[in-house]
């Protein structure tokens, strides 16, 4: 069996020249490569005591479903603003150029609830941040945050101090 890192599709220069683009896209059109990547994530919460998992749009939503289906627990939409028709709470973030607002329903976490989170990668940490904040707003706590993929050289996991994160594969760039 291949290890999962040999799934993963890296493209160089781009976006921009330098950069080396880890394409998830190219594990989820393999069904042994997404087979892999639910398992190899969902191993990271064998021992973790939780309520409900949060996804962050949109391929947070790609490896959070499964999990939450493997492991019976609710899922909860973080989305784009302006994308969901109940009453939200917001956050906004810094992109390299601009800023981008993430939204939850305002009835999704219940205070006290332990929730965790899931994306596909960790760059900058501006979005799982901001996601946190939510959880964090709603009176929900945060227990784990768990990436396919980390981009290391761009100090993401920085900006997460004192929540327990955990990333299957860990790229040592940007």
């Known amino acids: 069996m ?3 890192e040999e799934y993963v ?5 781009f976006p ?3 950069v080396i683009f880890r394409d998830v896209t190219s594990i989820i059109q393999d069904a042994d490569g997404l087979q892999l990547a639910i398992d190899s994530m969902q191993n990271c919460l064998k021992d973790v005591d939780f309520d409900v998992m949060a996804g962050l749009e949109s391929r947070g939503f790609i490896f959070g479903m499964p999990l939450a289906y493997n492991l019976h627990k609710p899922f909860v939409l973080v989305r784009k603003a302006g994308k969901l028709p109940c009453e939200t709470v917001s956050a906004t973030y810094d992109l ?14 219940k205070p006290g609830q332990k929730v965790v989170i899931v994306d ?11 996601a946190i904040k939510l959880v964090e707003e709603l009176g929900g706590v945060v227990v784990k945050v768990v990436f396919l993929m980390e981009l ?6 920085d900006r997460l101090k ?13």
């Open 16 to 18: 921009e020249p330098g």
């Open 9 to 13: 599709r890296s493209i160089p220069d």
């Open 96 to 109: 390299e150029y601009g800023s981008a607002t993430i939204e939850m329903h305002r009835d999704s976490i």
């Open 2 to 4: 291949k290890k999962i």
């Open 120 to 130: 596909d990668l960790i760059a900058t940490g501006g979005s799982v941040e901001a």
């Open 152 to 157: 290391a050289g761009l100090k993401g996991r």
């Open 162 to 174: 004192g929540y327990d994160v955990a990333s299957v594969i860990c790229y040592d760039g940007k």
